[in-house]
């Protein structure tokens, strides 16, 4: 059973335009979300990460917007550039699990310059 | 900072044979990982290790074995490679929450 889904599982937007990935989750005692972002070749790489305590985390262009009732999340990427092409993962982890990350299957984002 | 190490990059193997890659890490982090990637399903976990000689069973593990001898490696055996098998192996530690991966063992098995 997969415990986090991203959606859409491609997204192609041009240079400047907002990119936005979508992540859902069943388990409530999931509290930390972290996003990874992975480049052809690589191993992923932590990119910005929220507690379920708060609805909002920014970093410059990368925001992730945190729905605790509705069990959802999304990563906002503004002013996107062709740098930001890669696969991104949605994960998440619970006190429960210790530090134990269920995964999503990754969103594959092309920004055409 | 620290670093991850995965040997080999690229490994080709046989069918049936046994196969280990190696992962080090210099972050002293009390917790490593195995992930295996395959393309569309995400990273899926196959062995983890809390300590040194401890392991733990993830998702995945059927098939494989891993070893924790000291803190700063973790080891991972496919016992029996199977036939015309693709996958990545990733290696990660871990304080607290946030894990660190190193760049992956590409698995080809012929």
């Known amino acids: 059973q997969q415990q986090v889904r991203q959606s859409p599982q491609s997204l192609t937007v041009w240079e400047g335009e907002t990119a936005i990935l979508n992540c859902s989750y069943e388990?409530?005692?999931?509290?930390?979300f972290p996003w990874y972002q992975q480049f052809p070749g690589e191993g992923p790489a932590l990119l910005i990460a929220?507690?379920?305590?708060?609805d909002k985390k920014e970093d410059g262009r990368f925001t992730i917007f945190f729905n605790k009732r509705e069990k959802k999340l999304s990563l906002h990427i503004t002013d996107s550039q062709p740098g930001d092409s890669a696969t991104y993962f949605c994960a998440a982890s619970s006190q429960g699990t210790g530090s134990k990350l269920s995964f999503g299957k990754g969103a594959k984002l092309t920004v055409s310059p | 900072g620290g670093i991850i190490t995965q040997t080999p990059k690229f490994l080709i193997g046989q069918e049936g044979q046994k196969l280990t890659l190696k992962c080090q890490q210099n972050f002293n982090h009390d917790t490593m990982y195995w992930y295996r990637q395959d393309s569309g399903k995400g990273l899926r976990l196959i062995y983890y290790?809390?300590?040194?000689?401890?392991?733990q069973k993830g998702d995945l593990s059927e098939g494989y074995d891993a070893s924790r001898e000291k803190k700063s490696s973790f080891s991972l055996t496919v016992t029996s490679a199977q036939k015309n098998e693709m996958a990545v192996f990733l290696c990660?530690?871990?304080?607290?929450?946030?894990?660190?991966f190193g760049p992956g063992t590409r698995l080809t098995v012929l």
């Open positions: 290790s809390i300590t040194e000689n401890d392991l």
């Open positions: 388990n409530s005692a999931f509290d930390y």
């Open positions: 990660a530690s871990s304080i607290h929450f946030e894990q660190y």
């Open positions: 929220i507690r379920s305590v708060s």
